[in-house]
């Protein structure tokens, strides 16, 4: 990810914590840091992946490149796990398009009603 997106060095502080992050931050992660970077990262975790999950990305995303996405998808999607993903394609990481917002509120709302013990499924409605 580090080549892809436009904020390198939050890899290196999510990994590794604000101070040493930003000190350690390169261009050119070291085996060293790939490896803490995996090992920080969802796809190292799907295996334990059991709940159903929802996707909402931005196909102009720069901050989490959308193939990324689509690889943890797929990874969880192959265990079997019940995956609702929605691509909006004028938006960028934020999401944050009025008619976005309202698309996501509505297919949150939509994947609770089908997902949440107690929660209301809908009758007759289309995936």
Request: aromatic share 10%; hydrophobic share 40%.
């Amino acid at each position: 990810m580090i080549g892809q997106t436009d904020i390198p060095d939050w890899c290196y502080i999510e990994t590794l914590g604000t101070e040493e992050g930003r000190r350690r931050y390169r261009p050119d992660p070291t085996p060293a840091d790939l490896e803490a970077f995996y090992n920080a990262s969802p796809v190292a975790h799907v295996d334990k992946v059991v709940a159903p999950l929802a996707f909402m990305l931005g196909a102009k995303d720069r901050r989490v490149p959308l193939d990324d996405a689509r690889r943890y998808i797929d990874a969880v999607r192959a265990r079997g796990v019940d995956t609702r993903v929605l691509v909006f394609p004028n938006d960028t990481h934020a999401l944050d398009k009025p008619n976005t917002e309202f698309e996501q509120w509505l297919n949150l709302a939509w994947w609770l009603g089908l997902h949440v013990p107690g929660g209301k499924r809908p009758e007759g409605g289309a995936e």
